[in-house]
């Protein structure tokens, strides 16, 4: 099975802050990686697919990257509504494995 | 409006059943993949299954967890979808979430979810 490892777990910051979470595939995974906020009580909604392409509706502020089995989500200007928890997910394989989500607090 | 709307958690024994419904609104729902993701309590997202469109003759995937005990259904005639759940464990406790799959295997639409409960 792919194994997916995001990082950090928690991060504290600042509105205005640029952020970057990683999510680290255990095997190459080609451009088979998506990410998606959450707001509390709320269900998941998709920011970036396929790695790098910004989802409909989705601020231009949220920018997906990869570099071989290394993925990166940026947000480059944080704003108060920001504040979430963020998923990577793998759609590579048949088990469709998500990261274990990082949860982004105000400083 | 595009949405779709979960309904059916609740209660139930380790060892019962259980079905949760999925409507769609604002597309038609038989056109598309549909996709099962669940969340227990205080922990991340889990893939459960799939249903591709009907133009792939609704077939359907699972996840080693519940295959054999899950089955995804469809009613063209409701615009829904439906997660039968049979043979329930405590460890499926969970908020389970319905979601559009452009057939990519990403997830663009989400349902509010219904929690399901598997409690003695």
């Known amino acids: 099975d792919i194994q997916v490892t995001q990082s950090p777990s928690s991060l504290s910051a600042s509105v205005g802050d640029r952020v970057t979470i990683t999510c680290r595939a255990s095997?190459?995974?080609?451009?088979?990686l998506n990410w998606y906020q959450q707001k509390l009580g709320k269900a998941p909604n998709l920011l970036i697919y396929?790695?790098?392409s910004l989802q409909s509706g989705v601020p231009s502020r949220f920018r997906g990257s990869a570099s071989g089995t290394n993925f990166t989500l940026t947000i480059s200007s944080l704003l108060p509504e920001d504040f979430a928890t963020y998923y990577c997910q793998e759609s590579y394989s048949m088990s469709n494995t998500f990261g274990q989500g990082t949860k982004l607090e105000i400083k | 409006e595009v949405q779709l709307v979960e309904s059916g958690g609740g209660l139930v024994q380790p060892g019962g059943s259980l079905r949760l419904s999925c409507a769609a609104s604002?597309?038609?729902?038989?056109?598309?993949?549909v996709d099962w993701v669940r969340q227990a309590p205080g922990k991340g997202l889990e893939w459960v299954g799939r249903s591709r469109n009907k133009a792939n003759s609704y077939t359907t995937k699972y996840a080693a967890s519940v295959k054999g005990r899950f089955s995804i259904l469809r009613d063209d005639s409701k615009n829904s979808l439906y997660l039968q759940m049979n043979s329930l464990k405590t460890e499926d406790t969970a908020v389970y979430f319905c979601t559009r799959d452009p057939g990519d295997w990403y997830f663009d639409l989400w349902g509010r979810g219904t929690l399901v409960t598997v409690s003695s």
């Open positions: 396929a790695a790098s």
């Open positions: 604002g597309f038609i729902l038989s056109d598309h993949y």
């Open positions: 095997q190459s995974i080609a451009n088979s």
